[in-house]
């Protein structure tokens, strides 16, 4: 379990990472050998993004429009199992309440433990481009706390519509959190209310949304303890490697770019140059972060490692 592992470390900074599943058709092996490099940092986990249905249109040869789900990442419960094969590591799905019904999102979760897979990061999901606000799908669930509610009910062998009890299952559940806010909270009290909900509903952990300036992350987990949340609090961490993600990161997620590292990325002139921007910042955070006694250094790879691998060598 992930906090078994940060138990472990006994105050020593892990390693570990997010990878996101290649658009279907692609080859997996190519998504893997690209975080093998990374496995000389011993990762005790990675976790791995689950993508929900997006509805597109497609022209029938009458003219008629039909309006089909698509899911343009599948395959993270497959990939879940390919990792623990080939590196012995311990996958962490993210299961999602957009797309689902409670009995859809049981039959995965059975899935999981069958794989013997022992951690899940619980999200509710983002909204379908095509709609910009979160709509469940009918009998699924709103919020992550009510997964939350789920999976723990499971954990207690107690299944939706079985009148006995089932074998319990033994899931570590993680929980997203936000430095800057999420985008959709009135305010950061409403957004720390709801997420206390979350521990209170039994998240053991909490992985943040990326940040480029540590002292986000600091008052995060002072404001978090004020709160009473006592749990790990796991930095997320994206090296910046393009010109663009300049306005698209703060866009997409709500966060602030620090000044000086917009400075930097403007008097870049191709994005090799900003991709070593991205990480000569990355290790001055991370050396902050480690200085600071964070459990893990927690990277969003998005299918590249390379400047994780150089931010990694430059810090542990
Ligand atoms: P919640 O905790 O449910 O909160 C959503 C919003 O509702 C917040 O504004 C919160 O303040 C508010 N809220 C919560 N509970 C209540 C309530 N009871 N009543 C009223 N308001 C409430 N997305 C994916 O689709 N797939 C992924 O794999 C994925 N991985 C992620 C990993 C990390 C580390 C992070 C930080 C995000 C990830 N996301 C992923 C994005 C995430 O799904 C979105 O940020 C989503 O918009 C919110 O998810 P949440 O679990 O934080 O939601």
Not at 107 to 118: A, F, N, Q, S, V
Request: proline content about 6%; glycine content about 8%.
């Amino acid at each position: 379990k992930v906090t078994e592992y940060v138990r472990q470390a006994g105050g020593r900074t892990l390693f570990s990472l997010e990878i996101i599943p290649p658009l279907k058709g692609q080859n997996i092996n190519q998504l893997l050998d690209s975080i093998e490099p990374l496995m000389e940092f011993k990762p005790p986990f990675v976790d791995v993004t689950y993508h929900r249905e997006e509805v597109i249109d497609k022209q029938l040869p009458n003219g008629l429009i039909q309006r089909i789900p698509v899911r343009k990442r599948p395959g993270t419960v497959g990939i879940c199992a390919r990792l623990m094969e080939r590196f012995k590591v311990d996958a962490v799905p993210h299961v999602i309440c957009g797309g689902f019904t409670r009995e859809e999102t049981e039959d995965m979760l059975i899935d999981l433990h069958y794989l013997g897979i022992d951690n899940v990061l619980v999200l509710r999901g983002d909204a379908e481009k095509s709609v910009g606000v979160f709509m469940p799908k009918a009998g699924g669930h709103c919020y992550a706390s009510e997964l939350i509610e789920q999976v723990v009910s499971m954990n207690h062998g107690k299944l939706l519509h079985e009148e006995t009890e089932g074998t319990p299952t033994n899931f570590c559940i993680g929980v997203a959190g936000y430095p800057e806010k999420h985008l959709e909270a009135q305010d950061l009290d409403t957004d720390f209310r709801y997420l206390k909900k979350k521990v209170d509903a039994g998240a053991e952990y909490i992985v943040t949304q990326m940040f480029f300036d540590n002292q986000k992350y600091f008052r995060f987990v002072e404001r978090c303890r004020a709160e009473g949340i006592q749990v790990p609090i796991i930095p997320g961490l994206k090296p910046l490697s393009t010109k663009k993600q300049l306005s698209i990161l703060p866009r997409i997620f709500h966060l602030d770019m620090p000044p000086e590292l917009v400075a930097e990325v403007e008097k870049c002139d191709t994005d090799q140059q900003v991709r070593q921007v991205g990480i000569e910042w990355g290790i001055q955070q991370c050396r902050e972060l480690l200085a600071y006694g964070v459990p893990v250094l927690h990277f969003y790879t998005m299918g590249k490692s390379d400047n994780v691998l150089q931010i990694a060598r430059g810090v542990f």
